[in-house]
């Protein structure tokens, strides 16, 4: 797409199961329900489950956009970036992907925190709230991460395979025996499952309070998207693998918000928001065995770590191929076949914001207020690929599905994500998401010196014409050669 490329990715390097672990992994669901269960049902109570299914509807959404997209634009290490930018708009796109990138780095910053508090928990609880030793950890562990991201594709896979068969066994097993706990020997305080469950009947700006930290839940799966180069089959196996991705996660999300739901009062729930997994983990199970669920999260942990990264890595290869951003990102390992010093480059800037979240409150603050609404920045890149797949198909919906799940799902999801996005600022107060949109905003003017430098390629939007037969399942339009 753009400038000539001297070495590409590894191509077949992953299968449909592997692009699904990785999307369901790259979601974190131990750690996300870890992190704001409790937030959830502080909000709205035991309407969690409606919440989920709410925004699983959206989430679903843009899993068909990005379906459609790389099937009928193509695959790409760009994802999102390189979809928009050839589909709808350069300058939305290029936007795109630094949302992509600032996100990521963002959240690799303060998603390292808990891996090092996590792993203190596991070996002495007291050791957890030691700033210093949190930080060694987790900077240990991104290193770790950072090595195998960087070592190649492959291996990256069979290390999610590993880290997810772990999180969901550990959270499926405990689900599992608060159920029969509840229904099968009974347990005082417990509560029936009901259908208000599963409907929402509170007030708007409870709706929306609780839909901005459901929609989190699901945030991640699009790391597939940056991976169709390297994915055999690339495209289909990664927009189904999307599509599949969000269906595991509604389950899997829905199975343990009710187990926790049955077996502890709502009461009980909000006070131990912070550590409601633990907590549950703790009334089905005498130490150590309790202690499996820190060790799912920390799993989680880790591996949303290295799918964070990933997507950071590809899409910001992807703009340095596009001569849009420094050409040292664009530099291919000649054996390992990834963007070896982009992704060191990256982990170089998350290594000292992990830092700087434990030693300096300043720039600590700073850092999790910006993490906190990365969700500005991630509804901006979700809703423009919504838009930009109804934009893609307007033209050609030669096909019912098309119609439905390549044009009005996407677009009403996109819309809908965008306004949630500005509910998220409205609702954060200006001072609060300033720190996220100064991230965002520092892509502007990079954006326009690029825009100076490399005038043609902002120009000149290449949309591939698509014949009809592509369109109602043909090969596909042939980008082999495009770059």
Same mark, same amino acid.
């Given at each position: 797409?753009?400038?000539?490329?001297?070495?590409?990715?590894?191509?077949?390097?992953?299968?449909?199961?592997?692009?699904?672990?990785?999307?369901?992994?790259?979601?974190?669901? +131990?750690?996300?329900? #870890?992190?704001? =269960?409790?937030? &959830?049902?502080?909000? !709205?109570?035991?309407?969690?489950?409606? %919440?989920? $299914?709410?925004?699983?509807?959206?989430?679903?959404?843009?899993?068909?956009?990005?379906?459609?997209?790389?099937?009928?634009?193509?695959?790409?290490?760009?994802?999102?970036?390189?979809?928009?930018?050839?589909?709808?708009?350069?300058?939305?796109?290029?936007?795109?992907?630094? +949302?992509?990138?600032? #996100?990521?780095? =963002?959240?690799? &910053?303060?998603?390292? !925190?808990?891996?090092?508090?996590?792993? %203190?928990? $596991?070996?002495?609880?007291?050791?957890?709230?030691?700033?210093?030793?949190?930080?060694?950890?987790?900077?240990?562990?991104?290193?770790?991460?950072?090595?195998?991201?960087?070592?190649?594709?492959?291996?990256?896979?069979?290390?999610?395979?590993?880290?997810?068969?772990?999180?969901?066994?550990?959270?499926?097993?405990?689900?599992?025996?608060?159920?029969?706990? !509840?229904?099968?020997?009974?347990?005082?305080?417990?509560?029936?499952?009901?259908?208000?469950?599963?409907?929402?009947?509170?007030?708007?700006?409870?709706?929306?309070?609780?839909?901005?930290?459901?929609?989190?839940?699901?945030?991640?799966?699009?790391?597939?998207?940056?991976?169709?180069?390297?994915?055999?089959?690339?495209?289909?196996?990664?927009?189904?693998?999307?599509?599949?991705?969000?269906?595991?996660?509604?389950?899997?999300?829905?199975?343990?918000?009710?187990?926790?739901?049955?077996?502890?009062?709502?009461?009980?729930?909000?006070?131990?928001?912070?550590?409601?997994?633990?907590?549950?983990?703790?009334?089905?199970?005498?130490?150590?065995?309790?202690?499996?669920?820190?060790?799912?999260?920390?799993?989680?942990?880790?591996?949303?770590?290295?799918?964070?990264?990933?997507?950071?890595?590809?899409?910001?290869?992807?703009?340095?191929?596009?001569?849009?951003?420094?050409?040292?990102?664009?530099?291919?390992?000649?054996?390992?076949?990834?963007?070896?010093?982009?992704?060191?480059?990256?982990?170089?800037?998350?290594?000292?914001?992990?830092?700087?979240?434990?030693?300096?409150?300043?720039?600590?603050?700073?850092?999790?207020?910006?993490?906190?609404?990365?969700?500005?920045?991630?509804?901006?890149?979700?809703?423009?690929?919504?838009?930009?797949?109804?934009?893609?198909?307007?033209?050609?919906?030669?096909?019912?599905?098309?119609?439905?799940?390549?044009?009005?799902?996407?677009?009403?999801?996109?819309?809908?994500?965008?306004?949630?996005?500005?509910?998220?600022?409205?609702?954060?107060?200006?001072?609060?998401?300033?720190?996220?949109?100064?991230?965002?905003?520092?892509?502007?003017?990079?954006?326009?010196?690029?825009?100076?430098?490399n005038r043609a390629w902002f120009r000149s939007p290449e949309v591939p014409a698509l014949s009809e037969d592509v369109l109602v399942g043909g090969a596909g339009v042939d980008r082999s050669g495009d770059v």
């Open positions: 797409m753009g400038s000539e490329r001297s070495t590409r990715l590894k191509a077949n390097a992953l299968n449909f199961f592997d692009n699904t672990v990785i999307g369901v992994a790259s979601t974190a669901p +131990a750690y996300s329900l #870890a992190a704001s =269960l409790g937030g &959830i049902v502080a909000v !709205v109570g035991f309407m969690s489950p409606a %919440l989920l $299914l709410w925004n699983f509807v959206p989430m679903i959404g843009i899993a068909c956009a990005f379906y459609y997209l790389n099937k009928y634009v193509g695959p790409s290490a760009g994802g999102v970036y390189s979809w928009v930018s050839t589909s709808l708009n350069r300058y939305l796109g290029y936007m795109s992907g630094w +949302a992509i990138a600032a #996100a990521g780095i =963002l959240f690799l &910053i303060s998603g390292s !925190v808990p891996a090092g508090t996590y792993t %203190l928990a $596991l070996i002495n609880p007291d050791l957890s709230d030691n700033p210093v030793l949190v930080s060694l950890v987790s900077a240990a562990w991104f290193i770790v991460v950072t090595f195998i991201v960087v070592r190649g594709i492959e291996i990256t896979a069979k290390f999610q395979w590993v880290l997810l068969l772990i999180e969901y066994v550990v959270l499926l097993v405990f689900a599992g025996v608060a159920l029969y706990r !509840v229904y099968g020997v009974g347990v005082p305080g417990s509560t029936p499952i009901h259908w208000s469950w599963f409907t929402f009947h509170g007030s708007l700006a409870d709706f929306a309070s609780a839909t901005t930290i459901a929609l989190f839940f699901y945030w991640g799966f699009d790391t597939i998207t940056n991976l169709g180069e390297e994915s055999k089959d690339a495209r289909n196996n990664p927009g189904w693998a999307g599509v599949t991705s969000v269906i595991a996660l509604l389950i899997i999300f829905l199975v343990v918000s009710i187990s926790v739901q049955v077996l502890i009062p709502e009461e009980e729930i909000v006070k131990h928001q912070d550590d409601i997994l633990s907590y549950f983990a703790g009334l089905l199970a005498p130490h150590p065995w309790s202690d499996l669920m820190i060790l799912s999260v920390l799993s989680s942990t880790v591996a949303t770590l290295e799918t964070t990264l990933l997507p950071s890595a590809r899409v910001s290869y992807e703009m340095a191929v596009d001569r849009v951003l420094p050409e040292v990102f664009g530099k291919v390992h000649p054996s390992w076949k990834t963007p070896h010093i982009g992704t060191l480059i990256i982990a170089a800037i998350s290594f000292i914001g992990i830092f700087s979240i434990n030693l300096s409150s300043s720039v600590g603050s700073f850092l999790e207020n910006a993490a906190s609404n990365v969700g500005i920045m991630v509804a901006y890149y979700y809703g423009i690929s919504g838009v930009t797949s109804a934009w893609f198909l307007r033209k050609r919906l030669t096909d019912w599905r098309i119609l439905v799940f390549g044009f009005v799902l996407p677009l009403l999801s996109g819309l809908y994500l965008v306004a949630v996005g500005i509910i998220v600022l409205l609702e954060s107060g200006f001072s609060s998401s300033l720190p996220a949109l100064v991230a965002f905003a520092l892509g502007l003017p990079v954006m326009a010196h690029y825009a100076f430098k």
